[in-house]
Structures are given as C-alpha cells and as structure tokens.
C-alpha cells in the first residue's frame, strides 16, 4: 500500500505560479512512476506530468511544456510539480498517482496508476 498526500494547491491569478507537492508513503517499489493529472470541471481526467526515479526521466503534456517543472526528491520520495504562467484553463484538482516502474515513459492513461492522491484544488482566476 502507497499513501500519497498533496498540498500547494490555491488560488491565484492568470500568469501567476504555484507549487503542488505530493509526499509518498508506505510500501514503496525500489523503482516507480509518479504522475500528475489534471480534472477540470465537468471533464475528465488528464495527464500532466510523470516523473520516474529510475533515471529521472520527465514527460509532459502540451498543455505542460515550456510552463510546468516536474522534480523528484528521491529521499523523501516526494514529486512536485512547479506551474508557472497558470491560465483560466489551469483550474481544477490536480491528483498525483503512483505506480510500480511504468514501461512508457510519461504513461498519461490514469488507469495505469494504482494509488492516488486524494486531490488538491487549483483556481486560476483574476
């Protein structure tokens, strides 16, 4: 079993940054997966990011290039997902998963994941 715990969610301004954190806990695979996703409201959930402590490999969605920072502190097996210049379109809960070592780097299909979060809100709005 895997406990996951966000935070750094909030509300802020288009244009503006925020930091989500998301903590790992409990029986955890020597290799593994972690991945960011994203709900807006009335749509289903999307990929963000996903970040392997393998090699550190990092993937990202359109939607997430060139904006958001995906990092991995392994000793405290704690991603963060750094998002800068938000939009309207950024609003939703953010949800972290975790899986054993995926074999596709910047796997985005939620049904991959085994344990996730239990979701952080994110209001982009001015």
């Known amino acids: 079993q895997v406990q996951l715990v966000e935070s750094g969610g909030g509300s802020v301004q288009p244009g503006g940054s925020l930091r989500l954190s998301c903590a790992a806990s409990?029986?955890?695979?020597?290799?593994?997966?972690i991945g960011w996703f994203h709900q807006a409201p009335g749509k289903e959930r999307v990929g963000v990011s996903t970040?392997?402590?393998?090699?550190?490999?990092?993937f990202y969605s359109m939607s997430a290039k060139g904006r958001f920072t995906i990092s991995l502190d392994v000793a405290k097996n704690t991603a963060y997902l750094q998002m800068d210049r938000l939009t309207p379109e950024d609003t939703g809960v953010y949800f972290c998963?975790?899986?054993?070592?995926?074999?596709?780097?910047?796997?985005?299909?939620?049904?991959?994941?085994?344990?996730w979060g239990q979701g952080i809100q994110v209001t982009v709005a001015s």
């Open positions: 970040v392997t402590n393998s090699d550190g490999d990092t």
């Open positions: 409990g029986i955890i695979d020597q290799y593994y997966t």
């Open positions: 998963a975790f899986s054993s070592l995926l074999p596709l780097i910047g796997e985005m299909r939620p049904s991959e994941y085994k344990y």
